[in-house]
């Protein structure tokens, strides 16, 4: 079923490009820590927290069947934003200004309904271009 023009319903996967730069990162780390000088032991520790971190990061990645993880976004026809978590919960959403927007990357600030804030960060193999250009669209026409 297609969406209406004038909405827009987007369903969020997890992204491989952001557990690759993670992995770049933790490793990069790691190998600075190696050629550090540092005493066997501090790198062991620095070691072991590189590796929880990466692994917790990972996970938080593809938590998409844990509450509070945004699975959809979308824009109603009344101007409304929503976002929808793993277990289907929908809320409303209010897009604050400090959002940026690039062809290959979309960093979205919501103020959440029931208070408090929520970044969005969204890359290019989250969802497709087509549903990235119409969500540049909407930012850039309707909600800003």
Not at 36 to 54: D, E, K, T
Not at 91 to 115: D, K, T, Y
Request: charged content about 15%; overall charge positive.
């Amino acid at each position: 079923m297609r969406n209406h023009p004038n909405e827009l319903r987007i369903t969020l996967r997890p992204s491989r490009l952001l557990v690759g730069f993670l992995a770049f990162a933790h490793i990069g780390a790691l190998l600075c820590l190696l050629l550090s000088g540092l005493s066997a032991w501090l790198i062991g520790v620095g070691g072991g927290l590189l590796i929880i971190s990466l692994t917790i990061n990972v996970l938080k990645c593809f938590r998409n069947a844990v509450s509070g993880a945004a699975t959809m976004l979308g824009y109603s026809l009344d101007g409304q934003w929503w976002l929808s978590d793993g277990i289907q919960q929908r809320q409303q959403v209010e897009l604050l200004p400090g959002s940026m927007l690039h062809p290959l990357l979309a960093v979205l600030n919501f103020r959440l309904s029931a208070g408090g804030k929520k970044r969005l960060l969204l890359l290019p193999d989250m969802l497709g271009m087509d549903e990235m250009r119409r969500l540049r669209v909407a930012v850039r026409m309707g909600a800003l």
